[in-house]
């Protein structure tokens, strides 16, 4: 937890988020919370609904998102926001020396993934 956190400031999350145009109003979506409840959510548990997702959410936020509110955000623009913060731990974290260059091959399936 504490390499995600270090590799994606809160400070980071929200400002990508309003470049891509996915935060409509500021303040009203906490965007870190919101980040962490799909990462957290999808790393554990069976259930993997988006009910469970907002569950999570609504338990980390300081403010609460009702079922509409949450679905209403799930969006083209915030697919884009997922795939670039993917894009970004890649570059962040594959060390060149390390990493075969056949991963590159992959990096697009790893993203949609």
């Keep these: 937890m504490r390499r995600l956190t270090t590799l994606f400031p809160s ?7 309003e470049e891509l145009g996915v935060v409509e109003r500021d303040r009203k979506l906490q965007m870190p919370a919101f980040v962490w409840a799909f990462v957290f959510g999808f790393a ?3 259930s993997r609904t988006l009910a469970g997702f ?4 609504n338990s980390t936020a300081d403010k609460t998102i009702s079922p ?4 209403h955000r799930l969006t083209p623009s915030l697919a884009e926001y997922f795939r670039d ?5 890649l570059d962040e974290v594959a ?4 990493v075969d260059a056949d991963i ?3 990096r697009d399936v790893m993203i949609a993934d």
Excluded: I, K
């Excluded at 400070?11 to 988020?17: D, G, N, Q, T, V």
């Excluded at 913060?85 to 731990?89: A, I, T």
């Excluded at 060390?95 to 390390?98: A, E, F, I």
């Design 11 to 17: 400070e980071f999350l929200e400002e990508h988020a």
């Design 104 to 106: 590159d091959r992959f």
């Design 68 to 71: 509409g509110g949450f679905y």
């Design 54 to 57: 907002r569950r999570s959410y």
């Design 95 to 98: 060390v060149p020396d390390t």
């Design 44 to 46: 554990a548990g069976e």
């Design 85 to 89: 913060l993917v894009e970004h731990g």
